[in-house]
Nanobody, 120 residues
Framework: QVQLVESGGGLVQPGGSLRLSCVAS????????MHWVRQVPGKELEWVSD????????HYADSAKGRFTISRDNTKNTLYLQMNNLKSEDTAVYYC?????????????WGQGTTVTVSS
């Protein structure tokens, strides 16, 4: 049974930091591209960042560059997103998702999401 379980969300003040985690099980984590995607309620999904299987290829959305860092630990089947200098516009539900091949249009697996609220 495939599972992606996110954690680490919460309430943080502007300028603060959070580290999201996503623990994967039930598939070959180390060969999948892993993504962080976020959604503000009522708005479309927004891709945030992705990382290839061995962690050597990484991409960021412009909104995340310089503030967020994606990483993975294949020995723990875990994906991370370190978020620094958080802004109110980062408030969203953050999902981790997997793709076997980067060019695939659709994601193969989704987590249930973790909520990040940036507010003073």
């Amino acid at each position: 049974q495939v599972q992606l379980v996110e954690s680490g969300g919460g309430l943080v003040q502007p300028g603060g930091s959070l580290r999201l985690s996503c623990v994967a099980s039930g598939f070959e984590f180390q060969i999948y591209w892993m993504h962080w995607v976020r959604q503000v309620p009522g708005k479309e999904l927004e891709w945030v960042s992705d990382i290839n299987g061995d962690g050597k290829v990484i991409h960021y959305a412009d909104s995340a560059k310089g503030r967020f860092t994606i990483s993975r630990d294949n020995t723990k089947n875990t994906l991370y997103l370190q978020m620094n200098n958080l802004k109110s516009e980062d408030t969203a539900v953050y999902y981790c998702a997997s793709k076997r091949y980067y060019v695939n249009k659709n994601y193969d697996h989704w987590g249930q999401g973790t909520t990040v609220t940036v507010s003073s």
